[in-house]
């Protein structure tokens, strides 16, 4: 009897010892996981990869296949953020592949916006094929399923709701993504259209002094004046101005930008030209200099549109 006893007891403090490394390893995980985010927040990429690669290597030691993906999808955006796309490639495939072999479904949620990550690269890579069947798997896989939730009855819809706005923001979140793309190979009518459905599903779901609602209004304002669709243009990147003032957006000096470089194609230069100087001292409080350096380009091109308005004044004098 007493040997049974301890026995148990025995077991039962090896259990317990077991659960207690088991829980040793996953706080120890957690804890490198938040050293290489914070790493990466402060632009320390060689750090946050190191943490990163002492995490997967503990997380696959443990069998712990969700801290696997999320580390896996760490070290791809931190590869992406370096320009290193074909290794971000890899490593987005390797954490869709731990997600599908767990009995995720393909139209799931998390499978999505790793296949819209590897579209993103391709489109980056110039792969136009594989960027265009990312973006349509994406796109369509989201639609799909918008669809089915909205067959459910009235009197259910509440449970599927976290469901549906996660899915309406991702679709939103694509076709964001698939302008730019569109945007950038000249397709400015598909880009367009992108836009302004990525636009209403933004208005509809976060409202309209949604940081990401200004942006995208921006964003279509823009592509409207590169199809010269200026009586669109102008109003659109107008409000957009007027919400973000009041919203106190934190890129306002991109929007002001972008509004100077419209009122600049319709030969409005002296208010295009107080906008880019505007734009310009917004730009360089907060440090960006991507942003400075276009703002530059423009008030250059201001200044070459003054000049040849002037010669052709002296010439019509002649």
Known sequence: MLAAVAFSLFSSSSEEDLRDEAQKKEDDIILLLKKAKLSMYRGQLQAASDFLHQAIALAHQTHNTQAIIYTYSLMANLAYVQGQLDN????????????????????????????????????????????????RFCSESLQAKLD?????????????EELRKETRLLLGLCLDSRARYRASAHRLSQAAQDYGHALRICREEQGETHPQTLVLMSDLATILDLQG????ALPLIQRAMELSRIAGHPDQHVLLGNMAGILLHQGELEESERLYREARSLAEAVGDQDALQQIRDGLKEVGKRRHEQKNKEYAARE
């Open 88 to 135: 971000a490639e890899k490593l987005f495939k390797a954490a869709m592949s731990f997600i599908l072999s767990g009995g995720t479904p393909q139209d799931d949620n998390s499978v999505i916006e790793i296949s819209l990550k590897l579209a993103t690269i391709y489109a980056s890579q110039n792969k136009t094929e594989l960027a265009e069947h990312g973006y």
């Open 229 to 232: 669709r200026y009586d669109e």
């Open 148 to 160: 089915k939730l909205a067959t459910i009855p009235a009197e259910q819809r509440s449970e599927e």
